[in-house]
């Protein structure tokens, strides 16, 4: 691996701390290098801001002048409630800027890189670029669709069930597989669930015990706003945001009495009967998410799934069968052909405890 390559990885992996918290701002990191010293280090801040290379610049203070900055997406080049990075790095007298790729932000889009040849900084793109895109994959796909990026995540039996007929469902996974989910629930924007799951598990859907200190938003999303009043979402609705993404005409005591406890309301169009999915991840998107991880249950995943709004899906698949009667993770998808089933692609298998994950992206 040379120089440029294991300064970039080291900027990708700062990036990904600020993953879940920087919304509706990419999460970008940046290492300043002089003379085969790393002299600052930065990454976007919880809220989006301030920036990644304000915070790696003012670290290395003097030693940024001649140095070389890793940024892991192109440095902005627009004044927006910061003054643009690409300038900060010309100020700073830095000699080589190495970014990835650039930043379909209309805003920037070029015109970072164009300002700092324009200085006379020498740019370097293309390293680690698809590491970069994967990383950034749900801010880009705002950007571009206005639709944020949706990883469906299920933890069933080895033959697909989450709850024995009688709704027994605790717990199909070990403990460790709980524990990798919290740590995937604290990377994304946004935790999402449909309302059978909201009135089945009364979930709370925070991360617990890994010392963070920012949750992700809940999302519940129930046609008919028919959620337990007395349940965990309703009474923490006020410390920890709850998005409730309803249907047309909800009941106005419901809504009133869930505006009142904290929640933030979402109207949503209604096809055939349930909450459509474009028009909920639009919304979504309008709100700035870039990264939801829905949980189920099987009705919300099968309308995603037959709306191809799932990107990734990581399943934890456990060494036990509950059979036919069980209650499947994915419900009916009004699918007749082989040839309509979304396809997804293998990224990465392992063994988590007694359970094996296995994580697919949408094919192309
Ligand atoms: C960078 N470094 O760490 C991030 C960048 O609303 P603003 O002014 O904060 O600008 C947001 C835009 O800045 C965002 O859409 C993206 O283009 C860029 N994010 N740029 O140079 C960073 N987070
Ligand atoms: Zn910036």
Redesign the pocket.
């Known amino acids: 691996m040379n120089d440029d390559t294991r300064y970039m990885a080291l900027a990708l992996s700062l990036?990904r701390r600020?993953q879940g918290n920087?919304w509706?701002?990419?999460?970008?990191g940046?290492v300043i290098v002089q003379d085969g010293r790393i002299v600052g280090r930065?990454?976007?801040a919880p809220g989006?801001?301030?920036?990644?290379?304000p915070q790696a610049l003012a670290q290395a203070g003097d030693l940024a002048r001649g140095a070389t900055a890793y940024?892991s997406?192109?440095?902005?080049a627009?004044?927006?409630?910061?003054p643009?990075?690409?300038q900060a790095l010309i100020n700073a007298g830095v000699a080589r800027v190495v970014a990835p790729i650039s930043?379909?932000?209309p805003?920037?889009s070029g015109k970072?890189f164009d300002m700092l040849r324009a200085a006379g900084t020498e740019v370097t793109t293309g390293v680690l670029a698809d590491r970069a895109a994967r990383d950034l994959a749900g801010?880009f796909q705002r950007?571009e669709t206005g639709r944020p990026r949706v990883t469906l995540k299920l933890a069933s039996s080895f033959d697909g069930r989450i709850a024995t007929a009688t709704g027994e469902s605790q717990w199909i996974t070990g403990p460790q597989a709980r524990r990798w989910v919290h740590g995937l629930r604290s990377r994304h924007d946004a935790v999402m669930v449909g309302a059978g799951t909201a009135r089945a598990d009364d979930p709370s859907l925070t991360v617990r015990d890994l010392g963070i200190d920012r949750q992700p938003v809940r999302i519940v999303v129930s046609r008919r706003l028919d959620l337990p009043l007395m349940g965990q979402l309703a009474q923490t609705a006020r410390d920890i945001p709850v998005w409730i993404c309803h249907g047309p005409h909800p009941d106005p005591i419901l809504h009133r009495t869930w505006t009142d406890l904290g929640a933030t309301l979402i109207g949503c169009d209604v096809q055939q009967g349930q909450i459509d999915p474009t028009a909920l991840l639009a919304a979504l998107g309008d709100r700035g998410l870039t990264r939801i991880f829905c949980e189920g249950g099987g009705a919300l995943a099968a309308s995603l799934l037959a709306h191809d709004k799932v990107d990734d899906l990581i399943g934890f698949t456990a060494g036990l069968t509950i059979g036919a009667e069980g209650l499947p993770a994915i419900g009916a998808m009004g699918l007749t052909q082989l040839s309509l089933a979304p396809r997804f692609t293998l990224q990465d298998v392992r063994a988590i405890g007694p359970d094996i994950l296995h994580h697919w992206t949408r094919s192309a």
């Open positions: 990036g600020g920087t509706p701002n990419p999460a970008v940046c930065g990454w976007t989006g801001r301030p920036h990644a290379e940024v997406l192109e440095p902005c627009h004044h927006g409630h910061t643009p990075c690409a930043d379909s932000d805003r920037v970072g801010f950007v």
